[in-house]
């Protein structure tokens, strides 16, 4: 019921290209879904956030996709950078304090 | 510069050791936690503290005992660690209202011999 499920473990995309990360989750009383970046040597860094009642969020280059029927979750990055070379979590959490982290994906953008 | 500042960066200890890990935060939150990141397994939370007051205890093993002096300070005491317990450890804060958002520091790197 906790779990959150966090696809691929690892990704390589071309400099310009879209990055795609998907997440899913069972338990429906999460009302809160963030995305967090993290670099080598570094804490996780809030990327994008979204909450339920919408079904798409865009921040610049970053897009959250929700699909609540689906319970799945996705992060798009488009124009792909090296500098977004990192590893992207998925959260969900009701409320906001206990978050429930994804595995994790480790992004490579080849120049 | 997230406004968390954790030390030391780095500790190895032996299991028999006491060391304490701490944590600062900048950002005028009132909520606290601690997390551990292990190889290969999501973030942990650990513990949560509002207003100084533990809300949450993640069922983590008493060799872990937190402590909250105030609302910008935050320590991990640790004691008689098992080499599983090596891992990065996080803090973070934010401030208590719903959806909030969690500020992370770099983290401390444990290593226990």
């Known amino acids: 019921q906790q779990q959150v499920k966090q696809s691929p473990q690892s990704l390589i995309v071309q400099k310009g290209g879209i990055s795609i990360i998907n997440c899913a989750y069972e338990?429906?009383?999460?009302?809160?879904f963030p995305w967090y970046q993290q670099f080598p040597g570094k804490g996780p860094a809030l990327l994008i956030a979204?909450?339920?009642?919408?079904s798409e969020k865009k921040e610049g280059r970053f897009t959250i996709s929700f699909n609540k029927s689906a319970k799945q979750f996705s992060l798009h990055i488009m124009d792909s950078q090296p500098g977004d070379s990192a590893t992207y979590f998925c959260?969900?959490?009701?409320?906001?304090?206990?978050?429930?982290f994804g595995q994790g994906t480790r992004l490579t953008i080849n120049p | 510069e997230t406004g968390v500042t954790q030390t030391p960066r780095h500790l190895v200890m032996g299991m028999t050791n006491k060391k304490s890990l701490k944590c600062e935060q900048h950002?005028?939150?009132?909520?606290m936690y601690w997390y551990k990141q292990s190889a290969k397994k999501p973030l942990e939370l650990m513990f949560v503290?509002?207003?100084?007051?533990?809300?949450e205890n993640n069922s983590v093993p008493s060799r872990f005992s937190p402590e909250c002096p105030n609302s910008s300070h935050l320590f991990l005491h640790l004691h008689t660690l098992q080499p599983e317990d090596s891992a990065l450890y996080l803090c973070?804060?934010?401030?208590?209202?719903?959806?909030?958002?969690?500020?992370f520091g770099d983290g401390t790197r444990l290593s226990i011999l």
């Open positions: 338990n429906t009383a999460f009302d809160y």
């Open positions: 503290y509002n207003f100084k007051e533990q809300t």
């Open positions: 950002l005028g939150h009132n909520a």
């Open positions: 959260a969900a959490t009701q409320g906001a304090q206990k978050l429930v």
């Open positions: 973070a804060s934010s401030q208590e209202r719903t959806h909030q958002p969690q500020h």
């Open positions: 979204i909450r339920p009642d919408v």
